[in-house]
């Protein structure tokens, strides 16, 4: 099946920093998928960006769907976005199911 | 509106035990997946309807577990003669069913076997 790994596993952010997490996919993807998990436990949709460019406040996501690669640009961290981030990605003809990636563990601090 | 909502949000069953999971997805989503999350990982697909087929099961560990929706809506995760090894959290989420879409989470049922 397709691997998913996002890079770093863990990071920690002073308030007001701003960071990069990434997420390599080995196959070709028709939807990929960000989502934050919160310390709660709930999923949240971030981003659904199979290819291109898109921008959320804060939260900005690239694909690059030709070289297998995602990147998630959070800007003016703030301790509320502290949790696990993961990419999802689902294959053509791989009946809609989502594969994850591994998670990035963020954390931010004052 | 309301999104994905699930039930119960905690459950603590005896090993042999059968348990029942329902989950409730957004109003008018056709598709409906479970997934399930293990302490440290990321969710893993389960099964996912179509309506009230399950269009891919191949998810689901044995034949311990199964799952329905007989309506179209509500969809019952099932899980027979439970095992310390099923205790996970159980993620529900659905989407409008086009072929590419936004899958929608619900807050999960976190079940424990002792």
């Known amino acids: 099946g397709i691997q998913v790994e996002q890079s770093p596993p863990d990071l920690i952010l002073q308030e007001g920093a701003n960071s990069t997490l990434r997420c390599n996919f080995s196959?070709?993807?028709?939807?990929l998928q960000w989502f934050h998990q919160n310390p709660w436990g709930q999923l949240i949709n971030l981003f659904y960006?199979?290819?291109g460019t898109k921008q959320n406040g804060r939260l900005s996501a690239t694909t690059v769907a030709t070289e297998r690669y995602s990147l998630l640009y959070i800007s003016s961290s703030q301790t509320t976005d502290s949790g696990v981030y993961f990419c999802?990605?689902?294959?053509?003809?791989?009946?809609?199911?989502?594969?994850f990636g591994t998670g990035t563990q963020l954390k931010v601090e004052l | 509106g309301a999104g994905v909502s699930q039930t119960p949000s905690n459950k603590v069953t005896e090993k042999g035990k059968y348990v029942e999971l329902r989950c409730d997805p957004i109003s008018g989503h056709t598709a409906l997946y479970w997934y399930r999350q293990s302490l440290g990982q990321g969710p893993e697909f389960l099964i996912y309807f179509q309506g009230t087929g399950a269009a891919d099961d191949s998810g689901l560990p044995n034949d311990r577990f199964f799952a329905v929706r007989p309506e179209g809506s509500v969809s019952t995760l099932k899980i027979q003669r439970t095992e310390r090894g099923d205790s996970a959290v159980y993620l529900c989420?659905?989407?409008?069913?086009?072929?590419?879409?936004?899958?929608?989470f619900g807050p999960g049922t976190r079940l424990t076997v002792l």
């Open positions: 960006i199979p290819s």
């Open positions: 989420a659905s989407s409008l069913g086009t072929s590419v879409d936004t899958q929608y």
């Open positions: 196959d070709s993807v028709n939807n």
């Open positions: 999802a990605v689902e294959r053509p003809g791989g009946g809609n199911k989502l594969t």
